[in-house]
């Protein structure tokens, strides 16, 4: 068959079901068409043209193509490259650009039939395309600008500035990534590369008897079958409990779906698979336990400790005086549920020999623990270990812990040769850690006055089989559980528990959002029965210096909770049908942790400075924070900067969490700078050419939970926000007004994008994400149905800045990447009460609405 591929005739005489995403990237060595949910069809990063539609390739098998013209973006006139790549920076509608180039894609589309589109129908185009991180409205913008720009002949100049804190500098590589030319760890190609695949448990809870590997070992093509055996090191890894084998071996118990029993190392990624499908496994079943509850009472141990992986208490004050003392009083139990992070980008890993060692390259959120656990794995020292970090299509917090890479570099380490593994979506969603459910039994009271008295809260989290981060989710929940609110006396008790379904880790909001949600309802509750004022009842209960959060920790400066009511009362008293929610959320893992980090800045010539670093960039742009960081300090050109993240770079930094990168890499940089600003006092760039700066940073000063100390400090730094959620009079959101106090904003553009993204993924949260599993088995490994909101689905928003500058923050700044969705259900089921009547305990709340009837 003969077709044509961006101009250029081809022929074809393979297999006629091949899918097309399939054959311009293996093939072809196209990459601008992304998998990332091949063949589900759901996302749309492998859109292409094909004649004059915009289709999916991973779902349309070449057959399909005979004849016909296909177009990527490589296929695109160069003007119209060049506009929508100026208009999509320019605008902030990239953030991990994972799926940017099917949105251009659908764009150019659109624009072949109808050069002048309006809004409405430009989110009709594009509606089959899913975008996690911007929240879309920076999409739009982009696709109606570079529209205006096509219509007028004129062009878009590739945005500039000088780099200096405070401007709308352009996003780091960005102009790479629209066009889906800068490389994912997918699209790497490396001489000899092999592929792997994973044979995973067929029950969450089964003894192993036995695994047979020799009709897969004979597989033409196969090279190797891996088992539990193989590896060298220690097998169990983990963030903070070692509890998690890479692979289960016989005799032992498997604890969810996830768990790897076996490996192939192949020719092709085809071949591994088909082996994979070969391995017979014997086992045991097992009754799984998936209630938490049940899991308590259970002398069933999930592992050798028990079930009970933590346990936080933070008890103020006399918490049943103040409840017998109050005038008002609100009660419930509050249920969240279990979310997918539904990042694009699936997990893949390639590794590959490196001197006696092994060099990884990751898309994880702490390319330096990845080492140290990797190093364990193989029994190898960190000095035999290197691991690079290419930016990733988006995590939020679902990357943190170790999936592909220890099973890539262990097979390369032994195999002598480079190894490519990549999961596909399914395995994605079965694999990796999820947002946990919690169930919130919550009591708060207030006085006759408004004033709130107290808060009991028993908090209870399924942490699934694995502790990931579990634990600190828990913990987080209880350090937040009063909100952004001073209420003199707390009894909370929060637990996190095993269970044999998917693990629970870290997700945007970590815990926050869970109990904002409970919170916020309550303090609506409290507000009808007293018949206080919402907006003012939150008002005078809002954190101010001098008042305590949850642990008692006495806020001491850059508190922005009232500047940030201020800013929305106008839209909450003017809407009809309006919910409000107030939120906190700490920058930095504190809780008597270190916050720490290094870099090294080295300048190599007068064209070149490099920056090393060890945070991760996954679309929230802490890259583009490290460079504007070096101009505002030194006064260097951004055009003349470079990034790196790679462990043999020396800029050592923890996991890229608690909404921590921008801070802590902003104080290294500025320590940094310093020197390098004193040396450009008597010398030029150029005569600076190989010389290394460092810079460093430590929080070392936050305390315990349940310490005897003096003074309490769990974090070193809060961001503070607040919301308000208005519906139209079919009870659908129609606009989130959302006030956010981030400090020194160091990039509005990119600060923007942070909330609207994080808005979209919290308005999924409230009304239609759910992974909803059934005896330890995922009811479905879909992404179509995680719930994800797509455009034409997602209301209007207006981003409101408020600067209070945090005594602790570099140049004033505050960490942004989760606040923007801490408030945000607890607005929407306020909202959704106003107009309903009804109160609402559960997560989520779905989209149908009834209407209260008038004078209920």
């Not at 293996?26 to 094909?50: F, L, R």
């Not at 006085?447 to 209870?460: P, Q, S, V, Y």
């Not at 991760?616 to 470079?642: H, K, R």
Request: negative net charge.
């Amino acid at each position: 068959m003969e077709f044509f591929l961006n101009g250029v005739r081809k022929q074809f005489t393979g297999d006629p079901q091949m899918r097309l995403l399939q054959y311009l990237r293996e093939v072809e060595n196209v990459i601008s068409p992304k998998d990332g949910c091949s063949p589900q069809g759901a996302c749309g990063c492998c859109s292409v043209m094909i004649d004059d539609r915009a289709l999916l390739s991973c779902t349309t098998p070449m057959s399909k193509v005979e004849g016909r013209s296909v177009v990527t973006t490589e296929g695109i006139s160069a003007e119209r490259r060049r506009i929508f790549t100026n208009a999509f920076v320019e605008k902030g509608a990239v953030q991990c650009g994972f799926c940017t180039p099917g949105f251009v894609i659908q764009a150019n589309a659109l624009l072949d039939k109808n050069p002048a589109p309006s809004r409405e129908e430009i989110e009709k185009a594009v509606n089959a395309n899913l975008c996690r991180c911007t929240g879309y409205k920076k999409i739009i913008d982009a696709i109606d600008y570079a529209a205006e720009s096509l219509r007028e002949n004129r062009d878009i100049p590739a945005p500039v500035s000088d780099g200096r804190v405070g401007r709308r500098h352009p996003r780091y590589l960005a102009d790479r990534t629209v066009l889906g030319h800068r490389p994912y760890i997918d699209d790497m190609r490396i001489d000899g590369m092999l592929h792997g695949a994973l044979r995973w448990s067929d029950h969450p809870r089964a003894k192993v008897l036995s695994i047979s590997t020799a009709a897969a070992a004979e597989l033409p093509g196969v090279l190797r079958v891996f088992t539990a055996k193989d590896i060298p090191g220690e097998r169990n890894s983990g963030l903070i409990v070692h509890d998690w084998p890479l692979m289960i071996d016989v005799g032992e118990e498997t604890r969810y779906l996830g768990d790897v029993l076996a490996g192939v190392v192949a020719e092709t990624a085809e071949i591994a698979r088909k082996a994979v499908q070969l391995i017979e496994v014997e086992y045991e079943i097992l009754t799984p336990l998936t209630d938490p509850h049940e899991a308590l009472a259970s002398d069933i141990r999930i592992h050798p400790n028990g079930n009970k992986l933590s346990e936080t208490i933070v008890r103020r004050g006399d918490a049943d005086l103040a409840e017998r003392e109050s005038a008002y009083v609100s009660k419930g139990v509050y249920r969240t549920q279990r979310i997918e992070q539904a990042f694009l980008e699936p997990e893949c890993s390639i590794a590959r020999p490196w001197n006696d060692g092994v060099e990884f390259f990751s898309q994880g959120q702490g390319i330096y623990e990845d080492q140290i656990q990797i190093a364990k794995l193989l029994g190898l020292t960190l000095e035999q270990t290197k691991g690079v970090f290419v930016p990733n299509g988006g995590a939020f917090g679902g990357k943190e812990d170790l999936s592909v890479q220890g099973h890539a570099a262990l097979y390369a380490f032994l195999l002598k040769r480079p190894v490519k593994l990549l999961l596909t979506r399914a395995e994605s969603i079965m694999m990796h850690p999820k947002r946990h459910p919690l169930e919130m039994e919550y009591t708060l009271g207030c006085d006759k006055d408004g004033r709130l008295t107290f808060l009991r809260a028993r908090i209870i989290g399924d942490t699934g089989a694995y502790a990931s981060v579990g634990m600190k989710v828990l913990e987080r929940a209880a350090g937040h559980c009063t909100g952004a609110y001073d209420v003199p006396n707390v009894d909370v008790e929060s637990r996190a528990v095993y269970t044999n379904n998917v693990p629970c880790g870290a997700m945007r909001g970590f815990g926050v959002n869970q109990v904002t949600f409970a919170m916020e309802s309550c303090i609506d509750d409290l507000c009808e029965q007293g018949g206080f004022d919402r907006w003012q009842f939150r008002y005078d209960n809002a954190l101010t210096e001098g008042r305590a959060t949850a642990t008692g920790q006495i806020l001491e400066g850059g508190v922005g909770v009232r500047r940030a009511l201020e800013a929305v009362e106008k839209y909450f008293r003017g809407a009809k049908y309006a919910g409000l929610a107030c939120g906190i959320k700490n920058t930095g893992l504190g809780n008597g942790m270190p916050d720490k980090g290094n870099v090294k800045v080295v300048v190599e010539s007068a064209g070149k400075v490099i920056i090393h670093h060890g945070w991760t960039e996954m679309g929230q742009g802490v890259d583009t924070m490290a460079v504007q960081f070096l101009c505002e300090n030194t006064g260097i050109s951004p055009e003349v900067i470079e990034v790196r993240v790679e462990t043999t770079g020396g800029g050592y930094a923890g996991m890229t969490t608690g909404s921590r990168g921008t801070s802590i890499i902003g104080h290294c940089i500025i320590d940094a700078a310093k020197k390098i600003k004193a040396d450009l006092e008597t010398s030029d760039l150029a005569a600076l050419a190989g010389r290394v700066y460092d810079g460093s940073w430590i929080c070392d000063w936050t305390t315990k939970p349940g310490a005897d100390v003096e003074k309490i400090v769990t974090h070193y730094s809060y961001a503070y926000a607040a919301q308000v959620v208005v519906l139209d009079d079919e009870g659908q959101v129609d606009t989130v007004y959302a006030a956010h106090d981030a400090g020194r904003i160091i990039n509005p553009t990119l600060f923007e994008g942070q909330i609207e993204g994080s808005i979209h993924m919290g308005l999924g949260y409230a009304l239609t994400e759910d992974m909803k599993v059934t005896d330890g088995v995922p009811d479905s490994t879909q992404l179509r149905k995680c719930g994800v909101l797509r455009v034409k689905q997602t209301p209007k928003m207006k981003v409101i800045g408020v600067e209070v500058n945090d005594p602790h923050g570099p140049h004033g700044a505050k960490g942004v990447g989760e606040i923007g969705l801490v408030p945000t259900a607890g607005a929407v089921a306020n909202a959704i009460y106003q107009y309903e009547g009804v109160r609402h305990y559960q997560l989520p709340i779905g989209l149908r609405r009834k209407k209260r009837e008038t004078g209920a």
